[in-house]
Nanobody, 115 residues
Framework: QVQLVESGGGLVQPGGSLRLSCTAT????????MAWYRQAPGKQRELVAV???????NYADSVKGRFTVSRDNGKNMVYLQMNSLKPEDAAVYYC?????????WGQGTRVTVSS
């Protein structure tokens, strides 16, 4: 059974950094795309970053140059390094695993950016 558990969220000042982690209960090397999404209050969930099994990445325009997604297939983990955080980055961040039949989601980890 696929389970995803995010961690690493918290309160950070504007300009600060956080590193989010996602632990999977399955061997993620079997799955092509792993992604991070976020959802701010009153807004739709949006794609932040995606990484495939070969390490190719894509980012939302709003986070390019500030966020870096990575994965460790041996540890079944996906990371999101977030630098130069802005108040508009505040949201609940979700880890996502795509299979041929469905998407799996973690419970989310909250990121608050405030001085």
């Amino acid at each position: 059974q696929v389970q995803l558990v995010e961690s690493g969220g918290g309160l950070v000042q504007p300009g600060g950094s956080l590193r989010l982690s996602c632990t999977a209960t399955v061997s993620i090397f079997l799955y092509d795309n792993m992604a991070w999404y976020r959802q701010a209050p009153g807004k739709q969930r949006e794609l932040v970053a995606v990484i495939n099994v070969r390490g190719s990445t894509n980012y939302a325009d709003s986070v390019k140059g500030r966020f870096t997604v990575s994965r460790d297939n041996g540890k079944n983990m996906v990371y999101l390094q977030m630098n130069s955080l802005k108040p508009e980055d505040a949201a609940v961040y979700y880890c996502n695993l795509q299979t041929s039949t469905r998407d799996y989601w973690g419970q989310g980890t909250r990121v608050t950016v405030s001085s």
